[in-house]
């Protein structure tokens, strides 16, 4: 047997598997069709490690303090990382919320594991970073976490291979025959096709999950799920006090608007795609859409000609009925009877991968170590 554990994927998921695993003494291998890792999603992300407080009204309560805890983890284990930063939720006449709605969702956070909140006083409006103050009611401040998601998940990677993981970049899953002793699994590398066997295999394969579950026998029964694109762009300019999570007046979604790297990231959309993962780009009207929030509330307008950079993630989510908006986000763990060696990851939230890793791992607590 070559390895205990085989990871597809080399995105946030993939990394903390084979980073608990390895922390465990277990034998693990990652392969990954790119040549780098996080070249997916977990690159594409917001960058937030946070709670999820719009979740609270939808009613995800175990999600939100599951991820409340994970970032507390986080802001203790990678501190270079990972780090607390202010948001501002703005009020005016316009906006669906009233402040005491929103007063009350602070403090249910709060109450499960958040961090403290207040109201920005009038005075000190002017100095929310050009925020459009006409219609304004109230400014609540609070605290969740942001990080480069890229460097996080290369860090957690890099701390797996330290503890004996093996990472192969360039290797693309192609096919696998299970059986109860374990998987043989055929990829394709730099040097041709090469023969894994592995007691286990997580697919954290992101939006190719159904794609690599196609290639196993016995056949395994994927779920329906729906891919939803999430694009983000950069434009010029300067945020000093902090995050600030806004009201699209379109459609009342939630869009953030934050410092990136000495200029604005604005983001995000949910536009369903079907197509190659690999294609996935963003789209005139979402870079439409995230200019219009940005200008409706700050007074420095931003154009198609101010537009950095821009690029595209796809979330996976359970197919469902009304808008991925709404979705429940819980992670879903699947493992069909007929292959039960094999576990597959859909959907997950870069804030809970560590917990994501446990439920995963305590999956397999037969295998031999």
Known sequence: MDCDILVIGAGIHGAAVAHLAARQGRSVEVVEQYSHAAEGTSSRSSKLIHGGLRYLETGQLKLVRECLHAQRALLRERPSLVKLTPFHIPVYTHTSRPAWKIGIGLWLYRLLG?????????????????????????????????????????????????????????????????????????????????????????????????????????????????LVQGTHIVVPGTLRQGIYYLEAPLDRRAVFVMPWQGNIMIGTTETPYRGDPADVHPLAGEIDYLLDVYNHYFSDRRGRDDVLDSFAGLRVLPAGEGRAFSRPRETILHQDPACPAVLTIYGGKLTSHAPTARQVLNNFNGVSR
Request: proline content about 6%.
């Open 114 to 226: 958040g961090h403290p909140f207040s109201r920005v006083p009038r005075n000190r409006w002017p100095e929310l970073d050009g925020l459009e103050t006409r219609g304004l009611r109230a400014v609540y401040r609070y605290y969740d976490a942001r990080t480069d998601d890229r460097a996080l998940t290369e860090a957690i990677l890099h701390d797996a291979r330290a503890l004996g993981a093996r990472i192969s970049f360039d290797t693309g899953f192609q096919r696998a025959e299970c059986d109860a002793g374990g998987c043989r699994v055929e990829c394709r590398g730099p040097d041709g096709i090469r023969i894994v066997n592995a007691r286990h295999v997580v697919n954290a394969a992101g939006p190719w999950v159904n794609r690599v579950l196609a290639g196993f026998t016995p056949s395994i029964r994927p779920l329906d799920i729906e």
